[in-house]
């Protein structure tokens, strides 16, 4: 086989190890996040409004679940979907999950979503990456837009989309029940964009 045939079979898997090798060979710049969805790779500066956001998620998450939970930012995990090895800007998973033989944490243990919209890639957000977390039946997909200020809320993951959306502005307060534990979040210090 040559090269080019090599890469056309990796790119052609729904493989894991064909996500790895993916992953493995890009180089990504210091201070961008590289994500692979539908066999696409993006790649997205990390902006200080954006982790401001991110942070008071994650800190909602521990004060109602402890900072024992399996909260991440950032850390792939690979969903259904052609090739879909998503990095989300906040994932928590269910007690007790473990990662797989090969060390990969798996969507079937996602409990909650956020992704924080990013202006290159926000089409993926509402799109291929909403659809991949309802046919996983993530139960919470939450997606923060710091350009016009809101939050849409999915919930009820069926046939590949959800069910009900609730949209929040800045300011406000959204219920993000997850896993029967009661968990509002304050928005009011959310920065814009």
């Known amino acids: 086989m040559t090269v080019l045939e090599d890469r056309i079979e990796m790119a052609d898997s729904d493989d894991t190890s064909a996500l790895d090798i993916l992953f493995e060979q890009m180089f990504v710049p210091e ?4 994500e692979i969805v539908e066999g696409a790779v ?15 998620i994650v800190r909602a998450l521990d004060e109602t679940f402890g900072m024992d939970a399996l909260v991440f930012s950032d850390v792939r ?9 998503f990095c989300p800007d906040v994932a928590k998973l269910r007690d007790g999950a473990e990662q797989d033989p090969t060390g990969h944490w798996l969507y079937q243990d996602v409990e909650f979503v956020a992704e924080v919209l990013s202006k290159g890639t926000a089409a993926n957000d509402y799109g291929p990456k909403k659809s991949a977390y309802a046919t ?3 139960p919470v997909y939450l997606v923060v837009d710091p350009y016009v200020g809101k939050l849409h809320v ?9 069910v009900t959306e609730t949209t ?5 307060e959204v219920d993000l029940t997850v896993a029967g534990r009661h968990l509002t979040l304050k928005t009011d210090e959310f920065p814009r964009d």
């Open 31 to 34: 201070g961008f996040k590289a």
């Open 42 to 56: 993006f790649m997205v500066p990390q902006r200080s409004i954006h982790w401001l956001i991110i942070r008071r």
């Open 77 to 85: 995990i690979d969903f259904p979907g052609h090739q879909n090895g």
């Open 136 to 138: 996983a039946e993530v």
């Open 154 to 162: 999915h919930t009820q993951p069926k046939g590949g989309d959800y």
């Open 168 to 172: 929040v502005a800045f300011g406000g």
